[in-house]
């Protein structure tokens, strides 16, 4: 119920409030499964797409936002569960393929599901390069990947705000890109390739300048340092 009150209710207001222009709906299937593959600016990225995708989209949240305490953490968990978000403990040393396994799950049920190739939030602006999880999912599930851009979501809520501000921001659903097409998932070659086709496309709908690297935080400690060296070539 809770859901249909936010496809029914809160569409409209942020339309008014917020002035979305959103175009390329008629690009998204409306049956089957889809994924959606889109750059990532701000924390409100995932409200954007959900409310103004034609269907029904989920997406991964950080486990934290399912269990908190008290009336705020009953508050958090409901929203997040209406807007169509997925739980996962983004600390486990199998988080990376914990999340796609959710997000083919959500896929082989003929459901729609939305991906950040870059990773994590881009606090430049600039567009990052691809991880290609997001071409094993569309290879492995043989399903049509449809790039997202948005744009003006960092200037809505910033990286260190809570409150969302007043801006207007666009929302541009591109072509499907047909995912069999490029082969098999086991082919590193053609999860790279397909990945890098949704990157430029994203990037050629967001006019965002390209930072040619992999986006990650710098690591928290000594311990995070050690995994990402031994995992640099992990192809998710």
């Not at 989920?58 to 305490?69: H, I, P, Q, S, V």
């Not at 959500?106 to 870059?118: D, M, N, Q, R, S």
């Not at 311990?223 to 060296?229: N, T, Y």
Request: aromatic share 6%; charged share 25%.
């Amino acid at each position: 119920m809770f859901k249909s009150v936010a496809k029914g209710v809160v569409r409209p207001v942020a339309r008014v409030l917020y002035r979305p222009t959103v175009t390329g709906r008629e690009n998204v299937p409306r049956t089957g499964p889809v994924l959606f593959a889109s750059n990532h600016l701000s924390f409100i990225d995932s409200v954007a797409i959900t409310l103004m995708a034609p269907r029904d989209v989920r997406f991964l949240a950080k486990a934290e936002y399912f269990t908190g305490d008290g009336m705020r953490g009953r508050v958090s968990k409901t929203f997040f569960d209406a807007i169509g978000a997925i739980p996962v403990d983004r600390e486990s040393n199998t988080a990376a393929q914990d999340s796609l396994e959710r997000g083919r799950e959500v896929l082989e049920e003929g459901g729609a599901f939305a991906i950040y190739p870059e990773g994590t939030r881009s606090r430049d602006g600039r567009l990052y390069k691809g991880r290609t999880g997001v071409a094993w999912l569309g290879l492995t599930v043989g399903c049509p990947i449809v790039p997202v851009a948005l744009t003006g979501t960092q200037e809505l809520l910033p990286v260190d705000a809570r409150v969302p501000r007043i801006r207007p921001v666009t929302i541009q659903f591109g072509e499907p890109i047909d995912a069999a097409a490029y082969g098999e998932a086991s082919s590193a070659r053609a999860r790279r390739k397909l990945t890098d086709d949704v990157m430029a496309e994203i990037g050629r709908m967001s006019g965002q300048e390209l930072a040619g690297a992999y986006n990650e935080p710098p690591p928290a400690n000594v311990v995070e340092r050690v995994r990402r060296a031994l995992h640099r070539n992990d192809p998710l």
